[in-house]
């Protein structure tokens, strides 16, 4: 049985993957039907409309329309660390009432 990073790791290499299909890369269609499916809860709580195409121009550091699995690895971190400091200040605010 893996270890719980482990897990993380081949979580994400295989939800890469199926939505990247044979072409080994993600489209903006592609990379909008990802987040729409595995991020739902991430976007619902966007005030940005336009989001995702930022999320697209971010990741697609070559500027193909393409996004490889190392630029969408990049986008791991930062959504962990934009829900982290979420929790912890919505820890905090919850602690002072």
């Not at 299909?21 to 499916?37: I, N, P």
């Not at 971010?58 to 990049?74: I, K, P």
């Amino acid at each position: 049985m893996p270890f719980r990073m482990e897990h993380a790791m081949e979580t994400m290499m295989f939800t890469f993957h199926r939505f990247a299909g044979d072409k080994g890369y993600l489209t903006k269609k592609d990379l909008r039907v990802l987040m729409k499916e595995e991020f739902l809860g991430f976007l619902e709580n966007q005030k940005d409309p336009v989001s995702g195409d930022k999320i697209m121009k971010d990741l697609d550091l070559c500027q193909d329309g393409r996004v490889g699995f190392q630029s969408f690895f990049l986008l791991i971190p930062g959504l962990a660390i934009v829900c982290s400091d979420y929790f912890v200040v919505h820890t905090k605010q919850k602690g002072r009432k």
